[in-house]
């Protein structure tokens, strides 16, 4: 089966069924094992690192999962000037970063105007680097405005492609479709372009997440983010259960045999979830690690969900300890944009 999925580079859902629900441990470890080879077909034992800025915790949107919606009184708020982003890029160059993403809230205090000044002077300072924007959905215009002004990639998670699903977990006024509609945008302009979602976020199902794959196998994105859902006190999602371990892995697996070339991030929320999580997601087909740069005395304030890792490390912490932990499972951290080469 897992033969076929490889060479189909698709799954059914009663395939994709037995593979998140199956006790035979033999199996999940082929799986994973199978995942891990295909990634080094495509990108050798090599990891690439991210330097990720979250550059403002304001966002005029209210998602039920996310600790910085408008809703929560209680969320600290901050905005990095241009000079502070400026900072975390030489820092994050220094370290060997040649990649810069800019995270954040949908913030509208950073027009398309200020967003296109910030992406050029990265661009002019460091042309050997990529800049990833991932700063939500915005119109046709302003997503040309930012490739024109030079940046290389974009980063719009899906959150789920079933349209209940999609209600569950946003308010009214936000909309699947115009989500959908987003990515194609992007591809269509030229990003490199990576959707995503949760695992585990209250309502998904095995059909929701087959949904998921299927709009991957369609959208063909360059980069696919998942991580486990993981509750926020102060969001109406507090008392859900958080995602597991087991099942991202799985689905990493799984993105990584039907998309074989894609950048596949072993995110954040995976090592939050479990001391080894990114580990773990690299010897199950992630390739990727995207590393805070933001500046200590903000960093908590970026928190989507609770118990989130790293707020207290320097940047250069956070980069000689990802390095350490690729090179315990045999991965090297290296010096590169790391582009798609799917
Ligand atoms: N748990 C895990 N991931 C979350 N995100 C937002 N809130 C949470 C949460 N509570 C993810 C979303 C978003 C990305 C930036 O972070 O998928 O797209
Ligand atoms: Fe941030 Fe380990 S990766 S301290």
């Not at 959905?137 to 290389?152: I, N, T, V």
């Not at 979830?273 to 960093?299: F, T």
Request: with cysteine; aromatic share 10%.
């Amino acid at each position: 089966m897992l033969l076929k999925i490889q060479n189909t580079e698709s799954v059914s859902r009663e395939e994709l069924e037995m593979i998140l629900t199956t006790e035979d441990e033999a199996f999940v470890q082929e799986l994973y094992r199978q995942a891990r080879e295909t990634a080094r077909e495509y990108y050798g034992n090599q990891i690439y690192i991210r330097g990720l800025i979250e550059f403002t915790s304001y966002c005029k949107n209210n998602c039920y999962y996310c600790g910085i919606r408008c809703g929560n009184k209680n969320a600290q708020r901050y905005r990095l000037t241009t000079d502070q982003i400026m900072e975390c890029c030489e820092t994050g160059w220094n370290l060997g970063f040649r990649t810069f993403v800019l995270q954040g809230g949908e913030d509208p205090c950073y027009t398309d105007e200020k967003i296109c000044q910030i992406v050029r002077q990265i661009k002019e300072k460091y042309p050997d680097c990529a800049v990833t924007l991932s700063i939500g959905e915005k119109s046709r215009e302003s997503y040309e405005a930012y490739f024109e002004a030079g940046a290389d990639r974009y980063l719009l998670r899906h959150e789920t492609a079933n349209e209940k699903h999609y209600r569950k977990l946003h308010p009214e006024e936000m909309s699947l479709s115009y989500r959908k509609n987003c990515l194609k945008i992007l591809k269509e302009i030229g990003y490199q372009t990576g959707c995503g979602f949760m695992v585990g976020s209250p309502g998904q199902t095995i059909d929701t997440l087959y949904e998921d794959l299927m709009f991957i196998k369609e959208l063909k994105p360059q980069m696919v983010g998942i991580g486990p859902f993981i509750p926020h006190q102060d969001t109406p999602f507090k008392a859900e259960p958080a995602g597991t371990l087991e099942m991202t892995l799985r689905l990493l697996a799984v993105i990584r045999l039907i998309q074989p070339g894609v950048l596949l991030p072993a995110t954040t929320a995976l090592g939050t979830i479990h001391p080894k999580g990114r580990e773990k997601g690299v010897l199950a087909g992630a390739n990727v690690v995207m590393p805070n740069l933001s500046p200590v005395d903000v960093r908590d304030k970026y928190k989507l969900y609770d118990n989130k890792i790293c707020t207290g490390d320097e940047a250069a912490e956070c980069k000689a300890c990802m390095s350490a932990r690729m090179k315990s499972i045999g991965y090297e951290v290296v010096t590169d944009r790391g582009d798609y080469k799917g």
